[in-house]
């Protein structure tokens, strides 16, 4: 354990961080579980609905330092392919 007091601070900044980090990076999962199961279920409106949520999750978790952007690019457009899929699948 630290014993410094500079160590002792660093230590508890870390902890806050990495809580913060842990729930962006938790809304960013929940928010991409939930449109693959819109997609899966097949529902177009749902899923359209869902990839405008999660595409704005993807953008403040770059923001926020949570993924890098290409990372979140090419989810964005690896899911608007799928549900544009689905779109026309179901048209």
Known sequence: MANHVSALKRVRQ?????AVNRANKSRVRGSLRLLREAIQKGDVKAAA???????????KSVQKGILHANTASRYKSRLNARVKALALKAA
């Open 14 to 18: 870390t902890e806050k961080k990495t």
């Open 49 to 59: 609905e869902q990839y405008r949520a999660t595409a704005s999750a993807l953008d």
